[in-house]
């Protein structure tokens, strides 16, 4: 094989390479966008929110709000779950009741009864 036909071949083979890779990478892009806006639109049906501020202030072990629940949801408080990294946090929360239903904007919690 000559020089010259090597270098066409390997030049050939390195754009069929870009397309695919190009190709890939939109559809991957694709994929996150359809996944993330799917997650959102979900979680936003659901009216998810976490515990406002003003529970953690009255945190008591036994009651909605532990004080457990403080390192995981404050950054949080009071905002509806619309994504994946606050549901997750909501998750690995210790207990149950880290985040609560809601059809209106959370207002105070009361303990529950035991």
């Avoid at 090597?6 to 994929?31: N, T």
């Avoid at 659901?46 to 950054?75: D, S």
Wanted: aromatic share 8%; charged share 15%; with cysteine.
């Amino acid at each position: 094989m000559q020089r010259k036909m090597f270098d066409v071949l390997v030049s050939a083979v390195g754009l069929v390479v870009v397309f695919v890779l190009l190709v890939a990478g939109g559809l991957l892009m694709w994929g996150y966008s359809f996944a993330n806006s799917n997650v959102h639109n979900q979680l936003a049906e659901q009216q998810i929110y976490f515990p406002p501020r003003v529970a953690f202030a009255h945190a008591v072990p036994g009651t909605e709000i532990t004080p457990g629940m403080i390192p995981y949801l404050e950054q949080y408080a009071g905002q509806q779950v619309l994504s994946g990294p606050q549901a997750e946090t909501s998750r690995r929360c210790p207990t149950t009741a880290c985040t609560r239903r809601s059809r209106r904007p959370p207002g105070p919690t009361r303990p529950t009864p035991s």
